[in-house]
T-cell receptor
Framework: DAGVIQSPRHEVTEMGQEVTLRCKPI?????LFWYRQTMMRGLELLIY????????DSGMPEDRFSAKMPNASFSTLKIQPSEPRDSAVYFC????????????FGPGTRLLVL | DQQVKQNSPSLSVQEGRISILNCDYT??????FLWYKKYPAEGPTFLIS?????DKNEDGRFTVFLNKSAKHLSLHIVPSQPGDSAVYFC????????????FGKGTKLTVNP
């Protein structure tokens, strides 16, 4: 299996631009998670989906952030408009089964907003 | 408020010796704990876990100990190898099937040959 695939791996953009991060979970996994890692806050959960349905988006920092999962094999995290404080590494993870099962992380997207 | 704390940002040990990474938590409602390992430019990978009904779980060179009364867990790596050099994250799940993994900020382990 190819594991969780994220694209792009690196993104540099200017403040005010729209940014779209993409994730392909492991085939057969029914849950998908978006995390953000920063020096100040560490790894924090932004949103997760079960069976393509958003379950908890309480970690999404602001309305500028939105996430979709149109099907079982694809999810996007969009930031519009982007701000310098959004600079971070964004990870996608997927999981098969229930909450104590292992989450498998993608390699992350390193975002820099100038 | 940080519910899962890893107070040592870094740790350096000699190859062959024991590495002990520590983690403290504040929320008594956590009932499942995990350790993840992360290499540079990669995502975290699962290492080992422990349920709150146990006090020890072992997997090869890795052992996790849980002290519920102290709200403390530790990861022991014996013997340490240079390939173990990575950032180690402690994480916790709440009772009731919460999906929300709460992570500590990580400890960078360096194993010197």
């Amino acid at each position: 299996d190819a594991g969780v695939i994220q694209s792009p791996r690196h993104e540099v953009t200017e403040m005010g631009q729209e940014v779209t991060l993409r994730c392909k979970p492991i085939s057969g996994h029914n849950s998908l998670f978006w995390y953000r890692q920063t020096m100040m806050r560490g790894l924090e959960l932004l949103i997760y989906f079960n069976n393509n349905v958003p379950i908890d988006d309480s970690g999404m920092p602001e309305d500028r952030f939105s996430a979709k999962m149109p099907n079982a094999s694809f999810s996007t995290l969009k930031i519009q408009p982007s701000e310098p404080r959004d600079s971070a590494v964004y990870f996608c993870a997927s999981r098969e089964g229930t909450y104590q099962e292992t989450q498998y992380f993608g390699p992350g997207t390193r975002l820099l907003v100038l | 408020d940080q519910q899962v704390k890893q107070n040592s940002p870094s740790l350096s040990v000699q190859e062959g010796r024991i590495s002990i990474l520590n983690c403290d938590y504040t929320n008594s409602m956590f009932d499942y704990f995990l350790w993840y390992k992360k290499y540079p430019a990669e995502g975290p990978t699962f290492l080992i876990s422990i349920s709150s009904i146990k006090d020890k779980n072992e997997d090869g060179r890795f052992t996790v100990f849980l002290n519920k009364s102290a709200k403390h867990l530790s990861l022991h790596i014996v013997p340490s190898q240079p390939g173990d050099s990575a950032v180690y994250f402690c994480a916790a799940l709440l009772q009731g099937g919460s999906e929300k993994l709460v992570f500590g900020k990580g400890t960078k382990l360096t194993v010197n040959p």
